[in-house]
């Protein structure tokens, strides 16, 4: 144990934050986390990795996700894209059309839903794309 810390220092935590690591963005989306879900960024698990829904979707982060649970005892899982995002192509993919690069994200985090309630059903998995003005659109 880190000698810093009390014996009676939490060990567990209800929030895991996957994010893409665009240091653009990071702003925004922990102000979002804070005034919408009262989430503290800083007493969280954290995991930053381009393109974070997509990365969830195809099985790569599945590994982290079911390791915090295990270590920490997380609750809640919150997945957090952003516009102008290289792991998706950026915009230029979408035809510099900010909409349908939305959809994509969409697209993308409802898989990752499906992934993480696959192997860990009793997660609450929430998820909002930030988008270049920092706005939050979220998953319906």
């Known amino acids: 144990m880190n000698e810093r810390q009390p014996k009676d220092y939490p060990h567990n ?7 893409c690591m665009d240091f653009r963005f ?3 989306i ?7 879900y009262q989430v503290d ?18 099985g790569t ?7 915090s649970h295990q270590l920490h005892d997380i609750k809640n899982v ?10 998706f192509g950026g915009l230029a993919a979408h ?3 900010e909409r349908k690069e939305i959809a994509s994200h969409m697209d993308s985090m409802t898989r990752a839903q499906e992934a993480i309630r ?15 003005e920092g706005e939050a659109i979220h998953l319906t």
């Open 118 to 132: 696959m192997v860990l059903p009793q997660l609450v998995v929430t998820s909002f794309v930030v988008n270049l």
């Open 30 to 36: 922990r102000e979002q986390l804070q005034e919408k």
């Open 78 to 87: 919150y997945v957090i894209d952003h516009t102008d995002c290289g792991g």
């Open 41 to 58: 960024i800083e007493s969280s698990d954290r995991i930053a990795y381009p393109g974070a829904s997509k990365a969830i979707a195809d």
């Open 26 to 28: 990071q702003k925004a």
């Open 13 to 19: 935590v209800d929030n895991l934050v996957i994010t």
């Open 95 to 97: 035809e510099n059309d």
């Open 61 to 67: 982060l599945i590994p982290t996700i079911q390791l």
